[in-house]
């Protein structure tokens, strides 16, 4: 009898304290999500045709990473397109390829103000390094692309190749049109992306 009870006391400790042990060991935190301060994070880009090259900037609207630990698993951000300026040119020049970007020609920044990038899968690559895939939405269309991320303390640093002609953004494009020699703007551009959260 006394074999017993102790059998059955030494039961109801296993289950209670295992029970314990199987709850401290399934947390279920959220990840942690980081606001970009957009005021002093910056996207530049550089465009490219067969006659030489354009640089400018662009501004965030919003951004933010999420990461558990230490480690980066997500980001979402919004771009003012109409904030798109040239910064190799100066007056008039600067004027009219500022103008023609924001035209239907290009961005169609009247119609469509705001680019996108949403995070949907994150690998790391090593110590603070990242290969990223996205969803990124142009002109209101919305493609995938991969690109490397890395972050040092609150910094995050990003190079990111885009084709144009996924985005149905054709002047001067030889994806769309042909024989235009030294008129071809070429479809890839890059964006240098720092940010600061």
Known sequence: MIIM??????????????????ATTTPTTEP?????????????????????????????TEGALSFEGDALVGGNFGVDMTSLISTDLEGE?????????????FFGVATYPTSTLVFTDVKSTGKNSYEVTGDLTIKGITKPIT???????????????????????????????????DKTIYDEFDLV????F
């Open 32 to 60: 942690v999500k980081k606001e970009v301060n957009t005021a002093e994070s910056s996207v530049m880009w550089k465009a490219y045709k067969v006659t030489g090259s354009h640089t400018g900037v662009v501004q965030l």
């Open 193 to 196: 992306v720092d940010l600061q």
């Open 147 to 181: 690109f490397d991320v890395s972050i040092y303390g609150s910094k995050a640093t990003a190079s990111v190749k885009v084709d144009r002609a996924n985005y149905n953004v054709r002047y001067g494009s030889g994806s769309f049109f042909d024989n235009l020699g």
């Open 93 to 105: 020049y600067k004027a009219k390829l500022e103008g023609h970007l924001k035209s239907d020609d």
């Open 5 to 22: 009870k102790r059998n059955v006391l030494s039961l109801a400790l296993a289950i209670v304290f295992g029970a314990t042990a199987t």
